[in-house]
């Protein structure tokens, strides 16, 4: 069983950046891959960025590559989302996920989710 809380998100100006965290319990992170998503405003769920278990390997969408990276603090069970050069159209609620299986993450089959963090840009 693995518990997952966001937090981080607020209100932000485009061009200011913002850092998502996702603290995970249990003493098992080191063997999950984890992984963000968002939700829009009347938009479907959508995957932002996933890390493997061990941290070597990355994986973002084209809409915030180059923008956004995610990385992972194992002394903490954190996983990290820095966001760079926000735009309006990154306002959601963003989710953390976790699966033991990278593939399943990025795919949005991930069996542990966060109840979500809002994140506002305005214009």
């Known amino acids: 069983q693995v518990r997952l809380v966001e937090s981080g998100g607020g209100l932000v100006q485009a061009g200011d950046s913002l850092r998502l965290s996702c603290a995970a319990s249990?003493?098992?992170?080191?063997?999950?891959?984890m992984g963000w998503f968002r939700q829009g405003p009347g938009k479907e769920r959508e995957f932002v960025a996933a890390i493997t278990q061990s941290g070597a390997s990355t994986s973002y969408a084209d809409s915030v590559k180059g923008r956004f990276t995610i990385s992972r603090e194992y002394a903490k069970n954190t996983v990290y989302l820095q966001m760079d050069s926000l735009k309006p159209e990154d306002t959601a609620v963003y989710y953390c996920?976790?699966?033991?299986?990278?593939?399943?993450?990025?795919?949005?089959?991930?069996?542990?989710w966060g109840q979500g963090t809002q994140v506002t840009v305005s214009s």
């Open positions: 996920a976790a699966e033991n299986s990278f593939s399943s993450v990025v795919s949005g089959a991930a069996h542990y």
């Open positions: 249990g003493r098992t992170f080191s063997t999950y891959a």
